[in-house]
């Protein structure tokens, strides 16, 4: 797809390798490994784009809510891995590269951003959104018209997968809502002003491993992500 080389920086989680292998699957495209375990950050220098993968929850202390832990499990936090990729975004933001952030990855840049979470979904009133019996919740998704993710998909509406019980609350002040599960669980957030800035996709959906491969949720993303790199 790509007629160049490309370097794309994907923060680590216990599912890294999916990720990994979506993108080397373009001809030209290497990965490298993001992680708080070696505090690598010096590594985003060589990437042309940054991946934020999905993973533990992100800890309510970073969005001023620590009385949220309540609806935690303590093995579902990494505050070093918080702390890391608070970095990562900073720096790639900084530096101007593009970036996608996939579930927590979209939960995470709303939080460096100033925005805030649900910590538990079904909680706070919503349908679950988490594995059910080991396999991806399947749900539909609203796209709006306006947006880098309706120019990406080129669909309005469309099945995904999910795999999530936090979401995004309090919208960051720079960014906007792109796409709405049906239940009101926002799926998708960019820039609210894109001017001067570098391009910035988050969706709360896993595009890296859906079953349909094919599907313009998936490997759309993917794709349009490296072409405007």
């Known amino acids: 797809m790509t007629e160049k080389n490309l370097t794309i920086g994907i923060t680590d989680c216990s599912k890294w390798a999916n990720y990994a292998s979506w993108f ?10 993001l992680t708080w ?5 010096n590594e985003i220098e060589k990437c042309d784009g940054i991946v934020l993968s ?8 970073f969005y001023k809510k620590p009385d949220f832990i309540s609806f935690l499990k303590p093995n579902d936090l990494n505050v070093e891995r918080d702390e890391f990729e608070i970095k990562v975004i900073d720096k790639t933001l900084q530096q101007k ?5 996939i579930c927590r990855g ?8 100033g925005g805030t979470l649900i910590p538990d979904i079904p909680s706070f009133g919503k349908p679950s959104h988490s594995k059910k019996i080991g396999y991806d919740e399947i749900h539909l998704v609203n796209i709006f018209e306006d947006s880098l993710l ?6 309005g509406r469309g099945e995904v997968n999910s795999a999530h019980h ?5 919208i960051a002040p720079d960014l906007k809502v792109t796409a709405l599960a049906d239940d009101g669980i926002i799926e998708g957030l960019e820039w609210k002003n894109p001017t001067n800035k570098s391009p910035l996709l988050l969706v709360q959906w896993h595009p890296e491993r859906m079953k349909d491969t094919e599907s313009p949720f998936s490997k759309n993303i993917r794709d349009e992500f490296l072409k405007i790199i």
């Open 37 to 41: 375990k070696e505090n690598n950050l």
């Open 97 to 101: 590269k593009p970036l996608l952030g």
């Open 166 to 170: 936090q979401s995004a609350d309090v």
């Open 106 to 113: 979209l939960q995470v840049t709303n939080v460096f951003l």
């Open 150 to 155: 309706k120019k990406f998909i080129g669909k």
């Open 24 to 33: 080397e699957k373009i001809p030209g495209v290497t990965v490298v490994k």
């Open 54 to 61: 999905g993973g533990e929850d992100v800890h309510p202390e």
